[in-house]
């Protein structure tokens, strides 16, 4: 449980920061904006085999929601106790683990990925979208949200500065958030690049909290993201062993 106190310290900032006056309503800002625009606006006008444009949208949505903030949290705080506070310097002078760190440091990510997308999805519900919540899906959002999580271990490990984390967001995380078929269906773009897509994790994920069900497809999707999330752990755990200022 030497994960336990890493984890404890995110807790506590975390709940200071959801006293703020409007805090909440800013991270779910965007999404909730894209589901209004395109989802109750534009979705009107648009048809998607099987369902409601909404209804196609919302997974995706609470997909991109629980990726952002679960990466976002974590690569920025390290970013920020690493190059500013020195906190970090203190984790490694204890006792505890670099395993111990990120471990303590992907949950409270998962904690804030889930949290975010919970919303989302309720806000979601209200506006008249569904979801087939079950267990499949709440294990796909799970794992969704370890991938970035732990993903943003190794890029608030690996940034200089401020400028280097919001460069790895916009090559990799927006890229993600739009072309990984949340806002529309894979089949619509060009073979060369869904070929590319097909084996990022937010398609993955887009794929199975769209389809909750036990099929060969899902397993497939489940199993991928599942070697994602042990691959971006290992990778942040190795990250932390080597570092030195």
């Known amino acids: 449980m030497k994960w336990y106190p890493v984890f404890l310290r995110e807790v ?3 709940q200071r920061r959801l006293l703020r006056l409007g805090y909440v309503a800013s ?3 965007t999404p909730l904006l894209y ?3 395109f989802g109750l606006g534009l979705g ?3 048809s998607v085999p099987g369902s409601t444009y909404l209804d196609f949208l919302l997974p995706g949505l609470i997909a991109v929601t629980s990726m952002i903030n679960a990466y976002t949290w974590i690569s920025t705080n390290l970013t920020v106790s690493r190059l500013h506070f020195r906190t970090l310097q203190i984790y490694l002078q204890a006792p505890v683990s670099p ?3 990120v471990v303590g440091q992907v949950l409270a990510g998962v904690l804030w990925g889930l949290l975010a997308s919970s919303i989302l999805l309720v806000m ?3 506006f008249g979208g569904t979801v087939g919540v079950n267990p499949i899906f709440l294990a796909a959002l799970l794992l969704n949200c370890i991938i970035f999580a732990a993903f943003g271990v190794v890029v608030g490990m690996k940034s200089r500065s401020h400028e280097d984390n919001a460069t790895f967001s916009n090559f990799l995380i927006l890229p993600m958030a739009f072309f990984c078929g949340t806002f529309f269906p894979l089949e ?4 060369v690049l869904r070929h590319i897509i097909a084996v990022l994790p937010l398609t993955h994920t887009n794929q199975v909290l769209r389809d909750p069900s036990l ?3 899902t397993l497939v999707s489940l199993g991928v993201m599942l070697s994602y999330a042990l691959l971006c752990l290992v990778w942040g755990i190795r990250i932390v062993r080597n570092y030195s200022e």
Not at 188 to 191: A, D, E, G, L, V
């Open 12 to 14: 506590l900032i975390f």
């Open 27 to 29: 991270i779910i800002f």
């Open 35 to 37: 589901l209004l625009a």
């Open 44 to 46: 009107r006008q648009v």
């Open 99 to 101: 395993t111990a760190i």
């Open 124 to 126: 979601g519900l209200i």
């Open 188 to 191: 619509r773009i060009p073979s």
């Open 215 to 217: 099929t060969t497809h």
